[in-house]
C-alpha cells in the first residue's frame, strides 16, 4: 500500500526560526527523493484537517510537523443471511422511507460510503455442514446476482483459503458459520511521525551502519517508517 509523507507548514508565521525549520523540512524530503506534499495550516479552508492533525500529534500551534500517511485495506464486517436479506430488502424501500431513516443501511449507502474501490467479501462454505446452510448460501448468491452487486468469493472449506477464512472469522466474531458478508475498502491512516528535531533524527539514524541498526531494532529509519 502506498505512503505518503504530509507537512504540515504555516506561511504566515512571524517566527524566523519556524520559517528556517520549514525550509530545511522541504529541501530534506527533497533531497531524500520522498514522496509528500503541503498542508497549509493557516489556511481557513484547512481548519477542520489541521486541527485533527494537531489533535493527532497532541501540538497545537507548532510548524513543522511531520506525519505519514498510510494507505491500508480495511474490512467492514455486514453481517450473515439474515443481515443479507434485511439489507436487500431495505434497499427496495420506497426513497422517501429512506430521507426519514438516514441510519438504514442499503446496497447503495453500504457503497457510497465505502468508495469506489470497495468489494463485497463473500465467505461461504463447499462443504456445508447440514441443508439449511446450503441453502441460505444459494439464496445468497441469487439475491447478489439479482442485484448485480460483484463480489469475491471465499470458501471456507479451502485448506488454501483458511489464512482469509480465519481473518474474516476474527472479525466478525462468529466462527464455522456460513455465509457471511464482508466489505473491503482502502482507507487512508494518519499517524504522527514527529516534529523537525524528531525528523532530523530519524534522518541521521537513517545514515548509520547496518550493523549498528541491526544491534538496535528500535532505532527508526526512513526505511522503516516507509517499509511495505
Known sequence: M??????????????????????????LLKALGL?????????????????QLFELSGRPIKYPQFFLLEEVLETQFIGDAD?????????????SILE?????LTWERLFANSGDDAQLVFLLSSTPLNLKTLHR???AEMVLRGRQIPFIQIDGADPDQRVDRNALFEISGMRANYPQFFCTKTVVRTS???????????????????H?????????????????
Request: overall charge negative; cysteine-free.
Open 2 to 27: 502506498t505512503k505518503t509523507v504530509l507537512l504540515l507548514v504555516s506561511e504566515t508565521s512571524m517566527n524566523r526560526k519556524v520559517a528556517e525549520n520549514q525550509e530545511r523540512a522541504r529541501t
Open 100 to 104: 426519514q431513516n438516514p441510519q438504514t
Open 35 to 51: 514522496d509528500y506534499f503541503e498542508l497549509e495550516g493557516s489556511d481557513p479552508q484547512n481548519k477542520l484537517r489541521r486541527n
Open 83 to 95: 443481515e443479507l436479506e434485511v439489507l436487500n430488502d431495505a434497499s427496495s424501500l420506497p426513497e
Open 137 to 139: 448460501q444459494q439464496r
Open 212 to 228: 549498528i541498526l541491526h544491534a538496535n531494532p528500535s532505532i527508526i529509519t526512513w526505511d522503516k517508517v516507509l517499509a511495505a
Open 192 to 210: 504522527y511521525l514527529g516534529d523537525s528535531e524528531d525528523v532530523e533524527t530519524i534522518n541521521e539514524a537513517t545514515s548509520l551502519p547496518p
